[in-house]
């Protein structure tokens, strides 16, 4: 039987496109707050407010904010995976390296969903999605190991920002395994909630006394753009991506993010790609290319 090119909505592809864009610029944006702001300050008042804006625009549109009591367990744990785990991690390890960098080695990440997903999706790893994704991972790790500027830093940053993708990952997976009832505004705000309640509850714990006596604009500018850009955008965006396409596909498809982030660093803090930025950036969206024609019967 002849062989066509699988449909993979427009919409999708939109979005992963503004998803490459605000993502990665909020790589370098991140490391700017993080200057002034303490990340469980920064992530607690981001999350919060990206939250109560999702339930504000699902209940415009006339959307239930109610969880049905047996979602509870899966909400709570991809909650705590997607947002509480991820988010900190990120912002401990992107403070402790380059943001470029810190970018390229979270978007590891779709290694991690890919094989959560096949054990728990059940979702079948075809040669055409393992080619992608080792293309992608082939792209990261170039990024991540190819020059001694890569290596340089305190490994822990590192270590802090594989741990982020690997629960974010698995989160990815979870969210389709789980098959919520839920739209996927609803869902997002939840999570974003209950995710930042455990950071808030640490922020006025402890973190907060580390806040400056006064913060400058470009800073809180980079809050503001995590409480509404990528907190309220961004998730929404991805989880609707992760709704419409099988888990390969829609975290391979975000690998572009952290070639933005590299470019954003570049502009933003002055470091200079070098051929191992370009060679990544090849493999990467061949990776992406791979993905977006895939092939079915």
């Known amino acids: 039987m002849p062989q066509k090119t699988a449909k993979i909505p427009p919409f999708a592809i939109f979005l992963l496109a503004m998803l490459a864009l605000l993502w990665g610029l909020n790589w370098p944006v ?58 900190i991690a990120v912002l401990y390890g992107v403070d402790l390296m380059e943001s470029g960098r810190a970018a390229i080695l979270a978007y590891t ?8 997903g096949t054990w728990l999706v059940k979702e079948p790893l075809r040669a055409r999605s393992a080619l992608a994704l080792g293309l992608g991972l082939v792209g990261v790790s170039l990024l991540f190991f190819g020059d001694d500027r890569a290596l340089s830093g305190d490994p822990l940053g590192p270590v802090l920002v594989v ?4 629960s974010w990952g698995v989160g990815t997976a979870a969210v389709k395994y789980f098959r919520f009832s839920m739209s996927v505004t609803v869902l997002t705000g939840w999570q974003q909630m209950l995710g930042a309640l455990p950071i808030a509850v640490i922020a006025l714990a402890w973190d907060y006394q580390n806040m400056p006596d006064a913060v400058t604009l470009v800073p809180t500018l980079g809050l503001v753009y995590n409480m509404t850009i990528t907190g309220i955008f961004c998730y929404w965006a991805y989880f609707s991506v992760v709704n419409m396409l099988p888990v390969v596909v829609s975290t391979v498809g975000t690998l572009i993010v952290p070639v933005i982030g590299v470019a954003a660093d570049a502009l933003i803090f002055g470091t200079v790609p070098g051929i191992v930025d370009y060679t990544a950036l090849a493999a990467v969206v061949s990776a992406v290319f791979l993905v977006m024609t895939r092939r079915a019967k």
């Open 30 to 87: 991140m490391k700017l707050s993080l200057a002034e702001y303490p990340p469980f300050v920064f992530r607690a008042i981001a999350g919060i407010s990206a939250g109560l804006g999702l339930f504000a625009m699902a209940r415009a549109n006339g959307q239930v904010l109610r969880v049905p009591r047996t979602e509870w367990k899966g909400l709570l744990i991809v909650s705590l995976l997607n947002m509480s785990i991820w988010n």
């Open 109 to 116: 990440m779709p290694l991690w969903a890919t094989l959560t």
């Open 163 to 166: 741990f982020a993708a690997m």
